[in-house]
Each structure stands twice: as structure tokens, then as C-alpha cells.
């Protein structure tokens, strides 16, 4: 039945005036209302008056067995205390239908809850509520009455019968009632400056409100989230904004958020000239009223406040509030947005997000989401989405970098995307921004990022190398910083020519050939003069003390692979090589120095040479390990010892660097095939996207659980970045630099 109480009574106050207007006119007397041996008390009051409260108030939508006894017990008693029985055509029918029906119903209220006889019961239950509705019964009943006792006259049978078929059909009372409803909630509409919709029920917060509208409500179809309304409050309306809805069942939820002005006060205004109020109300009376509010009617002290008011005004960029669970270091959001701004914002992991803690904006950086779901009514539920966001702090535009703000927002505080503001970014003063703004994030101290080493790591194509590039650039035209990249790729030379345009260099591999190639094969009664190996480390030597003492060099590529390096493993001894007796040659074990074991030399001839310059605070001297997990890997990835005593002696090299300006990159692909002592001396990290489990687990001691879950669907161009060397007090998502925005401009000739 798609009418409301009032609506019924309505329907049943009509239907009582029909009977009272049918029974005078045709007895010209109202003494019919009360003579039980007056035929028409009978039809009219017995039967129809019955049928209709039944019908409309005390039965709208289902009977239970309790009523099928009520009903047929009424039925028996009126047949029992009936003058002209005789006169009844089904009168016998009647009376058995009477006791079967009731015996048949307290039978299975008998049995209720037994279940052996369930099934049969439900069935049971079924078909007689269904037989014994009023509509039915008492319909039956009625035509029975008007055929017996009035089908001979010419005037009662017509009119009763016609009265009985309105009652039948139904229809021409409702569709009256439902008109005249819509008819005067539109008047209503029309002439009140604000539409009511609905009641509080409840109190969430100092300024957050649930609000339920009614299923007839006029306002219930419309899309409602951002507009205005006022709460009704004695001769006082609190503004508020409407910030979700939710429609379940034919009803309307809807969450308010009452507006503050810049002292924090609510913003009320006198609301009698929009609304006539009768008696004194108050937000907590019984009506609770909320309504929409139309600011053209307010006057111009009130207008511009509530208008200009932050989440009037930023109500576009509105994602959430605050929600239960939050802490001082991450909040949880009730997620508030739409798709539409969803997909034109690009809001996911990463986005920032601002809100107020004690009067002051913070930055907040998006790192998870899940769904969860609430009880709206009953067993009803509304599902939703609970985002989390990591403390940033407040950006110093005139610093360029994030500060600390202590404690956490108030629950329910609203939260809005970052506004973006007019600043300019250049790519050239920064790393990176925070994603989707301008919101540059710099190196703080360049130096640090050689003295106290960084690691670069990502899976293949991610852009470590562009990322290492523009380090360096940084690192080069900040500092002193002399550079030494080795590189099995063969690729830094041409592209760090790209970044910097001078001083950078590569190792020649024929010079340093042409030096050690006679001595490849060369075997010494002295072990350690056998091989190579001691003229290799005498050229890198020379050339790395050329690099820290000429001012116009300042990067130099060296690729281990292209160079054969030898060394004696076995002392002299002679082997037979015909039959005279002269023919014997002095023979030793000789072996290849592999990637490791050279990468190792290159440390410790770097090592060597800073030590003799002494000790300093500045970074005098970077060593870059492209592909690192090949030049020193972890213990269970080398196939030999010599590879693990190599990457353990470039450790050692890493740890007593620093005192000596001596400083590490390290930029690998696979972090669970690096040595994990080499990276813990890392003080400062870029993750780009990483899918191993290994490399996610060591991560997440630097950066957390929840960013290091971020790894795997990070964009490209897009790291997580922590470090001493960085302007950050906490782990980031930053978008990266393009390289087309970086690298130098190409040289045109004339």
C-alpha cells in the first residue's frame, strides 16, 4: 500500500463520511449508527466501517493468525446477535466458515514453534491469512448483507451496491487522497523561501547531523549533496551544508555538517521572515526540522559569510571527513566523492589531501582504502569506503620543504583535495613534487646524499637511471663532488653527457690495455706480482688521482667488463712440456678477477686516495654502482667465494667512507640480489615500483608497512622517497621530474 499514516486515516475519514451521509440521506435520521435491529447498522457500520478500519489502520499490509480469531470471532458474534438471521442467505455458510477458520487458527498458534510441523505450517498460515484478509472477508460479508436484506428496494440496493463497488475497487479514494497530498505539499513548496526535509535523528558530533526524509518528501529525488540547509533552532536557523545521502527502502538518510564562521562560532540567523514557527522549537524538540535554505532571501550580513565559508566555498574539492580510528601519524577518511571528480582529479594513492588541525592546514598524503559497511535501520546496511592518509605536515612555500604539525584533527573535521595555488615549478630546484601539484620537494643537503648514501631502486624501465642522472647533475653543480660511475651497461657515458656538460670522462679502455695486456699471463716467484692485477690497480690509481686533482674533471665512467685482470692463485712449479731433458717450464694457477672482486679494487683504490687527502666533512668522492646487484651482490646470488669476500670488502669500504668524503649510489633492479649490507649504510632511498617480496620486506623497515604495500602499483615516474639528504621528516610519494624538463638543451651548430 503506497500511503503513509496520515494518508490513511485520511482515506478512512472519507470513507466514515460516505457512511454518514449514506445512512442519514436514506433514513433521514442518525439513529442507525446505534439500532442494531436497523438493517443499515448492519451493512454501514457492522460490515463496512469494519472492513475499512481493518483495511486501512489496523491491517494495511498483512494478517496473522491472531487476527483471522479476532475477525472471525467479530463475525460469529454479529451473526449470533442478529434479529432477522433467517433473512441471511449464507448465514449456515457464515457460521461454519466462522468456527473452521478460528479453530483452524488457534490449531496453529498451538503448534507454533514446533518443528516437526513447520513446512505444513507456513503453508497453513498462508492460505487462511490470506482467505481471511478484510478485504475479502468483510467484502463478501457486505454484498451478502445488501443482496438479503435490501434487493427489493429500488433505492437502498442501488446506492448500497455502488457504495460496496467504491470500496472494492479502491482505487478513486486513494487516487483523491494522493492528489490533494501533492496538491498542498506543492502549495506548501511554492510558498515557503525554504523546502523542509526532514527530521534529526541523530547527533554524530558537535556539527554533524543525520537527517531522515521521509519516502513522500518532495525533495527526496533530488541530488542533495552540497546544498545548504538550515536547522531549525527556536527563532534561529544554524546553517549547515549537506555532505552525503544514502536511499534504502523507499526512505532517505542524509549527513549535515552545520557551518562555522572564522571565530569558529555556528553560523545562525533569525528565521522568521523564512519559516512562520508556532510555539518555541529547538533542535532537540520533537520536529528536529532541517530545511533547504535559499541564501538570496538572508540579509547581506549573513550571505557573504555563509557563502564565502571554506566548505561553501571548497565544497567542489570536498573528499570526506574524519573518522574514527584516526591517529596522530595517519587518518582515516569516510570517503565523500564523486566518480565524476574522482576520474578528473586522478584521486588514488598518492593524491594530497589538506585539512585543519587547531586552526592550521595539513598536508595529508592518500595510502590506502577499504570498504566497510554500516546499519542504516534494522538489518539494513549502507556500504562505504574508509580511506587512510599518511601526516605530511604544513608546506613552507618560502623553505620549499614539509613541517611538523603536532596532534591530529577533530573527528569529523572536513577534508578537501589540495587547492591548488599559484606557484611555479621548476624541475631544475627539486627532485620531485607532490603528486598532481606544485608543491616542489628539493634535496636539503646535497652532500649528505654522497656522505651518507642513497639507494635507487626499481624494476626494469621505471626510470632509476633518469632519476641516478639528475642526481648527479645536482649533486655536480652543488658540490665538489667528484664522480666515478661504474657501469656495465655501457650506456652512462652518453647519457650522463646529457645532464653534464663538462668534466665527464671515461676510463680508456686501450691506454689501460695496452699497460696490462703483457702482463695478463705473466707468473712471479712472488705470487702477488703474478697476473696483471697489481699494474690494473697501479692505472686506477693513476687515473682516479687525476680525477680528484684536476678541477675541470668531475664524472669519470668506468665499465669493469671491458678489462681482462689477472692474478697468480698458485705459486711456481714446473711441468714437463717435451721428452729432453732441458724440457721443463715454471707453471702457477692463474685466475680472472670477476665484476665484484673489480668493483671491489675500484672502492678500495678510492678509499685509499681519500684517506690520503684526510678527513672531511664535505663529499669529495661518489662511486655509482649501476646494476648493483651484479657488482656487489647478496651472499646466496654469487656462484664462487671470491664474490662474497668481494662484495663484503666493498662494504667495509662503504662504512669507513664517509669520515673521508667517500660516498655511495646504488641503483639495481633487483633488491633481493643485493647485498643487504651494502644498502642498510643507505641513509637515503628512492622505491619506484618493486614487485619481489624480498625487496618490499626490506623496504618496509624504511618506509612502513602501508607505503611499502604501495610498491607494486606505483606510476612511472612515481617513488617513495626518505632520507637525511631529502626535505622530508617522513616517507613521500613524489612525482618524479620528465627527463625532456631536465637534461640539457641540445648544442646547435651554426
Not at 49 to 73: C, G, Q
Not at 116 to 124: F, N, T
Not at 439 to 460: D, F, Q, R, S, W
Request: aromatic share 10%; hydrophobic share 45%; glycine share 6%.
Amino acid at each position: 500500500m503506497q500511503l503513509n499514516i496520515r494518508q490513511r486515516f485520511a482515506v478512512v475519514g472519507i470513507y466514515i463520511f460516505l457512511i454518514l451521509l449514506i445512512g442519514f440521506k436514506l433514513t433521514n435520521a442518525w439513529t442507525f449508527i446505534v439500532d442494531t435491529n436497523n438493517n443499515l447498522n448492519a451493512v454501514l457500520i457492522a460490515t463496512g466501517l469494519a472492513l475499512i478500519l481493518s483495511t486501512y489502520i489496523t491491517e494495511p499490509f498483512f494478517s496473522k493468525p491472531v487476527d483471522v480469531i479476532t475477525r472471525w470471532v467479530a463475525i460469529f458474534l454479529f451473526l449470533v446477535g442478529l434479529n432477522n438471521r433467517e433473512d441471511l442467505l449464507l448465514y449456515n455458510a457464515w457460521l461454519f466458515a466462522s468456527a473452521v477458520f478460528t479453530l483452524s487458527a488457534l490449531i496453529l498458534i498451538f503448534i507454533h514453534g514446533s518443528i516437526k510441523y513447520e513446512k505444513p505450517q507456513r503453508i497453513a498460515v498462508d492460505i487462511i491469512c490470506k482467505i481471511s484478509r478484510p478485504e475479502i472477508v468483510f467484502t463478501a460479508l457486505y454484498f451478502d448483507i445488501v443482496y438479503s436484506f435490501f434487493r427489493d428496494d429500488s433505492v437502498k440496493f442501488p446506492v448500497l451496491m455502488l457504495f460496496g463497488a467504491l470500496i472494492a475497487i479502491n482505487g478513486p479514494i486513494v487516487w483523491l487522497v494522493n492528489f490533494i497530498s501533492i496538491q498542498f505539499k506543492n502549495i506548501v513548496a511554492k510558498t515557503d523561501s525554504a523546502n523542509f526535509l526532514g527530521q534529526i535523528i541523530g547527533h554524530e558530533s558537535t556539527d554533524l547531523y543525520k537527517v531522515e526524509l521521509a519516502s513522500d518528501n518532495l525533495n527526496r529525488q533530488k541530488q542533495l549533496v552540497g546544498c545548504l540547509v538550515y536547522l531549525e533552532n527556536i527563532t534561529n536557523g544554524v546553517a549547515g551544508i549537506i555532505l552525503s545521502e544514502q536511499i534504502l527502502l523507499g526512505k532517505k538518510w542524509i549527513e549535515v555538517l552545520s557551518l562555522r564562521d572564522k571565530k569558529q562560532d555556528l553560523i545562525s540567523f533569525n528565521i522568521k521572515s523564512l519559516l512562520p514557527l508556532t510555539g518555541e522549537k529547538s533542535i532537540f524538540s520533537k520536529t528536529n526540522a532541517v530545511y533547504l535554505l535559499d541564501t538570496t532571501s538572508l540579509d547581506d550580513k549573513i550571505k557573504p559569510i555563509i557563502e564565502s565559508n571554506p566548505m561553501n566555498e571548497g565544497f567542489e574539492r570536498f573528499i570526506g571527513n574524519v573518522w574514527e580510528g584516526s591517529t596522530i601519524d595517519k587518518i582515516r577518511f569516510n570517503k565523500l566523492f564523486s566518480d565524476d571528480l574522482l576520474k578528473k582529479r586522478g584521486i588514488g594513492e598518492g593524491t594530497i589531501i589538506q585539512t585543519v588541525i587547531a586552526d592550521e592546514e595539513v598536508l595529508y598524503q592518500i595510502i590506502d582504502a577499504r570498504t566497510d559497511e554500516e546499519n542504516l535501520e534494522y538489518k539494513d546496511t549502507h556500504g562505504f569506503t574508509i580511506g587512510t592518509a599518511q601526516k605530511l605536515g604544513r608546506y613552507d612555500t618560502a623553505e620549499n620543504e614539509l613541517n611538523t604539525v603536532k596532534w591530529l584533527p577533530e573527528i569529523y573535521t572536513p577534508i578537501f583535495l589540495l587547492d591548488p595555488v599559484n606557484i611555479v615549478y621548476d624541475g631544475n630546484q627539486f627532485i620531485g613534487k607532490l603528486p598532481n601539484t606544485n608543491y616542489g620537494i628539493g634535496v636539503k643537503n646535497p652532500k649528505e646524499l654522497v656522505t651518507h648514501n642513497t639507494a635507487i631502486l626499481g624494476i626494469l624501465g621505471i626510470g632509476k637511471s633518469c632519476l641516478t642522472f639528475e642526481l648527479l647533475k645536482k649533486t655536480v653543480v652543488a658540490t665538489n663532488t667528484k664522480v666515478i660511475c661504474v657501469d656495465i651497461t655501457g650506456q652512462y657515458l652518453v647519457e650522463v653527457s646529457k645532464y653534464i656538460n663538462t668534466g665527464v670522462a671515461e676510463i680508456g679502455y686501450a691506454a689501460i690495455e695496452q699497460q696490462i695486456s703483457p702482463r695478463y699471463k705473466a707468473i712471479n716467484k712472488d705470487i702477488e706480482e703474478g697476473g696483471n692485477y697489481k699494474a690494473f690497480k697501479e692505472q686506477l690509481t693513476t687515473r682516479v688521482t687525476q680525477l680528484l686533482d684536476t678541477a675541470t674533471e668531475r664524472v669519470l665512467i668506468f665499465n669493469p667488463q671491458q678489462f681482462n685482470v689477472s692474478y697468480q692463485v698458485g705459486e711456481l712449479k714446473n711441468k714437463k712440456i717435451g721428452p729432453g731433458q732441458n724440457d721443463w717450464q715454471e707453471v702457477a694457477s692463474m685466475r680472472d678477477l670477476t665484476v665484484p672482486e673489480i668493483t671491489r679494487l675500484i672502492s678500495e683504490v678510492s678509499l685509499e686516495l681519500c684517506k690520503a687527502k684526510g678527513m672531511t666533512n664535505d663529499a669529495r668522492l661518489l662511486l655509482v654502482f649501476e646494476e648493483a646487484h651484479s657488482l656487489v651482490p647478496e651472499w646466496n646470488s654469487v656462484a664462487n667465494d671470491g664474490d662474497k669476500s668481494a662484495t663484503n670488502g666493498t662494504a667495509k669500504v662503504i662504512l669507513q667512507g664517509r669520515k673521508y668524503g667517500l660516498g655511495t649510489f646504488v641503483v639495481t633492479q633487483r633488491t633481493a640480489n643485493i647485498s643487504k649490507s651494502i644498502l642498510n649504510q643507505c641513509n637515503t632511498i628512492f622505491a619506484m615500483r618493486v614487485f619481489d617480496d624480498t625487496g618490499k620486506q626490506f623496504l618496509e623497515n624504511y618506509i612502513g608497512s602501508d607505503y611499502s604495500n604501495l610498491l607494486p602499483t606505483l606510476e612511472e615516474r612515481h617513488c617513495i622517497a626518505i632520507g637525511k639528504a631529502l626535505k622530508l621528516k617522513q616517507p613521500v610519494i613524489l612525482e618524479l621530474n620528465d627527463m625532456n624538463d631536465i637534461i640539457l638543451p641540445p648544442v646547435v651548430i651554426p
